[in-house]
């Protein structure tokens, strides 16, 4: 577990990694994240790596909490094959595609990406054999991924931390059966609101128990970044919660993440070196 392969890039996670946000969409919750053209992307994503970034995740799809917009495969290949081959062609560092669509999988892993993080943990028809033929790691995310309809009927469980690793088991078993190889598993507590299905209550109870999670020995995949969770916390406007984020960054890392992806790489680097540090300590 302690490194990450990432086709000609390895990643050593004794130390955790920050994975730096570039989305491709016009709507993304936070305005900060959004690029909708190549060149716009490229110089988020240089910015991003000098910063420190030691992964950009590259994602088509919004997954905005308030936006039930389905973007078909061809708009989601637009919108990251050009992003994904010019980040390449100019930066040495591992690129994820964040989809759940097995074309763009596959395309994006020809265009230069190297690792699969799919919030539908390879749920879609299709996408696990895509997965298993491109070889290469994937996160797979514990999502509920609710309508706004259904948001508003969400209960509370009770049982959160033992249905979010039974499921993750669950996923990691189909993995491995498909010929995904252990060493290629990253695994996703999926915290969020909205879509995300989980309550503010939740989200809290997943950032203090995520020792649960690592306890199954798979590298450990954490975004927090502005989340809604936070705003319903704090009455705060995604602009408005990055020290919050930072704060939950820095106790995800206490916990036991290895990845933590966010759209602030620097200050939140910063805060991890400082975590990472402190569990050093003998």
């Keep these: 577990m302690s490194q990450l392969i990432c086709k000609n890039h390895f990643l050593d996670l004794s130390q955790p990694k920050v994975m730096g946000v570039l989305n491709i969409t016009p709507d993304s919750f936070y305005a900060g994240s959004r690029h909708v053209s190549a060149e716009q992307a490229l110089n988020k994503a240089i910015k991003m790596v000098e910063e420190g970034a030691a992964i950009l995740d590259i994602g088509g799809e919004p997954t905005n909490p308030f936006n039930d917009e389905r973007v078909s495969v061809q708009q989601e290949l637009d919108r990251v094959i050009p992003v994904i081959e010019r980040v390449a062609h100019n930066l040495d560092v591992p690129i994820s595609i964040d989809t759940s669509q097995p074309q763009v999988m596959l395309e994006a892993v ?135 984020s930072i704060a939950a960054a820095t106790l995800a890392v206490y916990n036991g993440a290895n990845i933590i992806r966010t759209h602030d790489v620097k200050p939140t680097i910063d805060a991890v070196k400082l975590a990472a540090a402190t569990l050093e300590v003998v």
Excluded: W
């Design 110 to 244: 020809k265009a230069g990406a190297s690792i699969i993080n799919d919030v539908r943990a390879l749920r879609l028809p299709g996408a696990l054999e895509a997965a298993a033929k491109a070889g290469v790691p994937v996160c797979l995310m514990h999502m509920r991924y609710l309508t706004q309809a259904e948001i508003q009927n969400t209960v509370s469980t009770a049982n959160l931390m033992q249905v979010i690793h039974d499921f993750l088991v669950e996923r990691i078993e189909v993995c491995l059966k498909a010929g995904i190889l252990k060493h290629n598993i990253i695994i996703d507590p999926g915290i969020g609101a909205g879509r995300f299905g989980k309550s503010l209550a939740e989200n809290l109870l997943i950032l203090h128990h995520l020792q649960i999670l690592k306890k199954l020995n798979y590298p450990l995949l954490v975004g927090v970044s502005r989340k809604l969770f936070i705003g319903e916390l704090l009455s705060a406007s995604p602009e408005e919660r990055l020290f919050a």
